[in-house]
């Protein structure tokens, strides 16, 4: 069984920048790729960003230049650095890990960007 806690979502401005966090724990293969996904009110979910247990990354157009994400693959933990936000980017964001098949999801954390 695989947990996935998300920490920093909130309320930030046009323009401003969030950090999300998120932990795994439970058993965990060391070859794994992490990702934020987010799902915005009357849309469906989709991929803001991933990145491999060797590092390589992938983004959605839309926030290529302005989010970053990384990882610290001993302590299974994924982070999205958020930078110039807007306020097409409110949604929920879950953390997933993908291994084996299997992709698991955190609960959400929310993010508001006002305009």
């Known amino acids: 069984q695989v947990q996935l806690v998300e920490s920093g979502g909130g309320l930030v401005q046009a323009g401003g920048s969030l950090r999300l966090s998120c932990a795994a724990s439970?058993?965990?293969?060391?070859?794994?790729?992490m990702g934020w996904y987010r799902q915005a009110p009357g849309k469906q979910r989709e991929l803001v960003a991933s990145i491999t247990s060797g590092g390589n990354t992938n983004y959605v157009d839309s926030v290529k230049g302005r989010f970053t994400i990384s990882r610290d693959s001993a302590k299974n933990t994924v982070s999205l650095q958020m930078n110039s936000l807007k306020a097409e980017d409110t949604a929920v964001y879950y953390c997933s890990l993908f291994y084996a098949g299997i992709n698991y999801w955190g609960k959400g954390t929310l993010v508001t960007v006002s305009s």
């Open positions: 439970g058993r965990i293969f060391s070859i794994n790729t």
